[in-house]
């Protein structure tokens, strides 16, 4: 099995890295404005199509973010980061597991 990754981000799992392909997969981001109060604007946001993903391939798992992987719940083909792995200041470092949908 291949293991593709289309974030922006290395994949560090405990035995493995898996750097970006260069490519992003992305939900496209609609942004409509509700109301402004003293010069703040809020927003209601809604994500629609995926971009930027190939289609299906026998063997291949493309890595992708939790809203992509979600946003296609009938491709098999997608793993998301699972459990998160945190240092002692609380960034993130990696990740246990992936997630498929």
Same mark, same amino acid.
């Given at each position: 099995?291949?293991?593709? /990754?289309?974030?922006?981000?290395?994949? /560090?799992?405990? #035995?493995?890295? %898996? &750097? &970006?392909? $260069?490519? @992003? *997969?992305?939900?496209?981001?609609?942004?409509?404005?509700?109301? /402004?109060?003293?010069? @703040?604007?809020?927003?209601?946001?809604? !994500? $629609?199509?995926?971009?930027?993903?190939?289609?299906?391939?026998?063997?291949? %798992? !493309?890595?992708?973010?939790?809203?992509?992987?979600? *946003?296609?719940?009938?491709?098999?083909?997608? *793993?998301?980061? $699972?459990?998160? @792995?945190?240092?002692? #200041?609380?960034? %993130?470092? $990696?990740?246990? #597991?992936?997630? @498929? /949908?």
């Amino acid at each position: 099995m291949k293991l593709i /990754n289309y974030t922006p981000h290395t994949i /560090n799992l405990p #035995n493995m890295s %898996i &750097p &970006p392909c $260069g490519e @992003i *997969a992305r939900c496209k981001e609609i942004t409509k404005e509700v109301f /402004n109060v003293n010069k @703040i604007q809020f927003v209601y946001k809604t !994500y $629609g199509k995926v971009t930027n993903l190939p289609d299906n391939k026998s063997e291949v %798992i !493309y890595i992708v973010s939790m809203m992509v992987r979600q *946003a296609l719940p009938n491709r098999y083909d997608l *793993a998301s980061p $699972g459990d998160l @792995i945190r240092d002692e #200041n609380g960034q %993130i470092t $990696g990740c246990l #597991n992936l997630v @498929i /949908n």
